[in-house]
């Protein structure tokens, strides 16, 4: 689809108002920085903050993707707690699902749902329960490319997928020309970075391309990068990292860390490309179906979506917990924790940081859940 020079002007200042929105400087588990929101939001903490029995150090390790939110909330959960330390250690999805079930942690956060295997796994530490998935952070997934000159890059899924997978090798190709008639595009390599550690990122973004462009997309998803070629770069920070130092480069990462790039808008079909923001993530969530059986909230995401203002790769990082058999010494420390980045207040956090709410009906059911929590 080409666009007329009236819709990039107006992607453009799309673009300025997304970029103008960042509020927080991306931070992974390597990473330093302000993780702390406004001040309106601190006192709103304060009064939504519910301690209760929660004492001591709670350990927990996960997904890298939401480690800036949960350093927010952590900053004001321990502020008003006094007495309680937090460490989540943001190792990715895969270390956090394989220290759950190994009983090292009192929560893990995972970008993608328990797979049966894992369920089966956490019956181990879960004494008369099972590990299940409260999704609690939405992220749009954005593409972040260094290309001189170019500041309003347009791709669909089949042109993505012949980046990732290595058929199309510089930024003046024809099929990258097409969608971007305007763009004075270089003939400079494509230096395409994907995770080198397990990513609940990587799965989310293979999903969108298994979905969206079977044909062009051969590979198997999963947490771990299974195309062929490519470079790669451990954790959200350090494929952000990349593409910053790399002329040519491209690579998916959530917005959070997509600070001080260009993103990628998304032709999808709709009558506007769309860039990466909360409000189109939060839009696709809540064309999501909830798929997990009893308390487990495991959702299914429609990537295909052709609705105004979705923006489709996005995803949702799940808090894993046992349902049942939570650790008496931790069980206090886990529910309170969770209540609070549940609440309204917790999930108002989320916006201000470059994450995604979740959508009102599925986060009321959330909270029944953590509050039913054992």
Not at 4 to 30: E, F, H, M, P, Y
Not at 223 to 228: D, L, Y
Not at 353 to 366: E, F, H, R
Request: aromatic share 6%.
């Amino acid at each position: 689809m080409k666009l007329q020079r009236k819709n990039r002007r107006a992607l453009a200042l799309g673009a300025i108002a997304v970029s103008g929105a960042l509020a927080l400087t991306a931070c992974g588990s390597d990473d330093t920085g302000d993780t702390g929101s406004g001040d309106s939001s601190a006192t709103a903490a304060a009064g939504s903050i519910k301690c209760d029995d929660a004492k001591g150090q709670l350990l927990a390790d996960g997904s890298s993707a939401q480690k800036n939110a949960i350093d927010a909330w952590v900053k004001q959960f321990t502020a008003q707690c006094t007495g309680v330390q937090i460490n989540y250690k943001g190792g990715g999805s895969g270390a956090g699902v394989t220290a759950f079930t190994q009983g090292t942690v009192g929560f893990a956060g995972s970008d993608s749902a328990l797979k049966p295997e894992e369920i089966t796994a956490s019956k181990e530490v879960c004494s008369g329960g099972q590990g299940i998935d409260l999704p609690m952070v939405g992220g749009p997934i954005a593409l972040a490319y260094n290309v001189d000159g170019v500041d309003n890059l347009v791709l669909d899924a089949p042109t993505i997928a012949k980046i990732f997978s290595g058929k199309i090798k510089t930024w003046n190709d024809a099929a990258i020309a097409k969608l971007n008639p305007d763009a004075k595009l270089p003939s400079t390599k494509i230096q395409a970075f994907h995770r080198s550690d397990e990513s609940g990122t990587t799965d989310n973004f293979t999903k969108y391309l298994l979905a969206t462009t079977p044909d062009d997309w051969k590979y198997e998803g999963g947490k771990a990068w299974t195309a062929p070629g490519g470079q790669a770069a451990s954790g959200s920070s350090g494929v952000a990292q990349s593409v910053k130092q790399t002329s040519g480069a491209i690579s998916y990462m959530e917005l959070s860390y997509a600070k001080d790039v260009s993103t990628v808008a998304i032709d999808t079909g709709a009558a506007e490309p769309v860039k990466a923001s909360t409000d189109g993530a939060t839009a696709a969530i809540a064309d999501a179906k909830v798929v997990g059986t009893g308390k487990d909230l495991a959702l299914e995401i429609n990537y295909a979506t052709k609705a105004d203002g979705a923006y489709p790769i996005t995803l949702v990082t799940y808090e894993i917990v046992c349902d049942k058999g939570n650790k008496a010494e931790t069980l206090p420390t886990v529910k309170a924790f969770l209540n609070y980045i549940a609440s309204e207040d917790g999930q108002k956090v989320l916006a201000e940081n470059d994450y995604a709410p979740i959508p009102d009906d599925i986060i009321a059911k959330v909270r029944t859940t953590i509050a039913g929590l054992s």
